[in-house]
T-cell receptor
Framework: DTGVSQDPRHKITKRGQNVTFRCDPISEHNRLYWYRQTLGQGPEFLTYFQNEAQLEKSRLLSDRFSAERPKGSFSTLEIQRTEQGDSAMYLC??????????FGPGTRLLVL | RKEVEQDPGPFNVPEGATVAFNCTYSNSASQSFFWYRQDCRKEPKLLMSVYSSGNEDGRFTAQLNRASQYISLLIRDSKLSDSATYLCVVSQGGGNKLTFGTGTQLKVEL
């Protein structure tokens, strides 16, 4: 399968713990995006990278959130001191710079 | 006010029916427009891009009215497999972020 992959697919954690998610984009894609989706809502933009450069961050991305793409390939999204309101599906997408963004299966986070 | 507004539905229609979804967007700088489909607990997948001249892909027709900032999707001869949430999406183009509506839920019934 050469699509976008995300790991883990599910994560249950206790409030206050740190979690890290990984995204592997389609190999030739230089743009990588993170979105968050809560129940009954559409995905909301968090941040995106072109190669290793983080070009835009949403105001939704509080100081507890950090994203990296160190070598311009895979990306990680870390949430520190998780809160119950962080429970959501975290979606990663990639594109070649053209319009179409291809989404991974998501990481479903539940904070207890 | 949300940047992209959609009727959340659900729209319950019989198999074979024609159904239309509408969407409005508020950012006049939007340059690119899409419909994505999302099945329950799955990731969104691109259904079709939307062009000013209108475009068709099989049973699906999309229209864009830039003056009214309005996007539509028409599904003809609906099938059980069309049951999903349809997300209206806009972007300022150039590979920029996507802005999604809340989605419209469609249920096609026998």
């Amino acid at each position: 399968d050469t699509g976008v992959s995300q790991d883990p697919r599910h994560k249950i954690t206790k409030r206050g713990q740190n979690v890290t998610f990984r995204c592997d984009p389609i190999s030739e894609h230089n743009r990588l995006y993170w979105y968050r989706q809560t129940l009954g809502q559409g995905p909301e933009f968090l941040t995106y990278f072109q190669n290793e450069a983080q070009l835009e961050k949403s105001r939704l991305l509080s100081d507890r959130f950090s994203a990296e793409r160190p070598k311009g390939s895979f990306s990680t999204l870390e949430i520190q001191r998780t809160e119950q309101g962080d429970s959501a599906m975290y979606l990663c997408a990639s594109s070649s710079g053209q319009e179409t963004q291809y989404f991974g299966p998501g990481t479903r986070l539940l904070v207890l | 006010r949300k940047e992209v507004e959609q009727d959340p539905g659900p729209f319950n229609v019989p198999e074979g029916a024609t159904v239309a979804f509408n969407c409005t967007y508020s950012n006049s700088a939007s340059q690119s427009f899409f419909w994505y489909r999302q099945d329950c607990r799955k990731e969104p997948k691109l259904l079709m891009s939307v062009y000013s001249s209108g475009n068709e892909d099989g049973r699906f027709t999309a229209q864009l009215n830039r003056a009214s900032q309005y996007i539509s999707l028409l599904i003809r001869d609906s099938k059980l497999s069309d049951s999903a949430t349809y997300l209206c999406v806009v972007s300022q183009g150039g590979g920029n972020k996507l802005t999604f509506g809340t989605g419209t839920q469609l249920k096609v019934e026998l």
